[in-house]
């Protein structure tokens, strides 16, 4: 029998995570707790070792929870399989890390296609490009972009698929201020214009201001979850 839809794209149940590191246990999540509406622009914020990236990779069906329950549009992810989970990642979820792991020999048109040759419902490569604002530099290969280019590059092959989620882990990291906004800028495109739910995880308090909500994390449990009224454009933030 299909689930019902829902506007809930995630509904996360006291989620804990723990690592066996030789001796020592270490508790990677603690209980969390959180929804993920559609539409949504979501900036998970704390520092090294809070906990952030590892919910992040369990959202993205990379990783799966010690204990507690991931709900994606109601279908259970905590148990599911390695190809059920493979599935998940192919089909509905786009990546965005702060590496931009191009592919060096390949164009940026052919970077996108890597995606787009996979999944079921693609938008064209050029046409992915096209939003991220690099449609006159599909011919160009990695090592002729700037590092805000190859993170826009990075960020059309996640969308290309029209995913209904997109976790970008540090997409800012390793940029400059004014290549960082151009990257923001493309990320609240693809949220307002696409639709898809964008979750970014950062130590830069600075970003939080342009989500509609943001999630704080600290020693592995959710200190705080504020909601901004009206987020800010990302040229007018400052860090």
């Known amino acids: 029998m299909a689930l019902p839809q829902t506007s809930t794209v995630f509904h996360i149940d006291d989620v804990t995570k723990t690592y066996q590191m030789g001796k020592v246990v270490v508790h990677a999540l603690r209980g969390v707790s959180l929804t993920i509406e559609d539409g949504e622009f979501v900036v998970m914020l704390g520092p090294s070792g809070s906990g952030k990236s590892t919910l992040l990779n369990i959202l993205g069906g990379l990783d799966t929870p010690t204990e507690g329950s991931v709900l994606y549009r109601a279908r259970e992810l905590s148990h599911a399989s390695r190809s059920e989970l493979t599935e998940f ?10 590496f931009y792991n191009l592919m060096p020999s390949l164009t940026a048109l052919e970077n996108v296609q890597v995606v787009t040759d996979i999944a079921k419902d693609p938008m064209s490569p050029r046409e992915a490009l096209d939003i991220v604002g ?10 002729q972009l700037s590092g805000g280019e190859q993170q826009r590059v990075a960020i059309a092959r996640a969308i290309a698929k029209r995913p209904a989620v997109l976790l970008c882990d540090e997409p800012t990291g390793a940029l400059d201020v004014s290549t960082g906004k151009l990257v923001l800028e493309a990320l609240r495109f693809v949220n307002r214009k696409l639709g898809a739910a964008v979750i970014v995880i950062t130590h830069n308090a600075a970003i939080a201001a342009m989500a509609d909500r943001v999630v704080s994390i600290a020693d592995g449990r959710i200190a705080n979850v504020e909601t901004n009224l009206v987020p800010a454009d990302p040229c007018d933030i400052s860090w």
Do not use: K, N
């Not at 990642?89 to 702060?98: A, K, P």
């Not at 690099?134 to 090592?143: D, I, K, T």
């Open 89 to 98: 990642r192919r089909q509905s979820v786009g990546f965005v890390f702060q």
């Open 134 to 143: 690099l449609g006159e530099r599909v011919r160009h290969f990695p090592a």
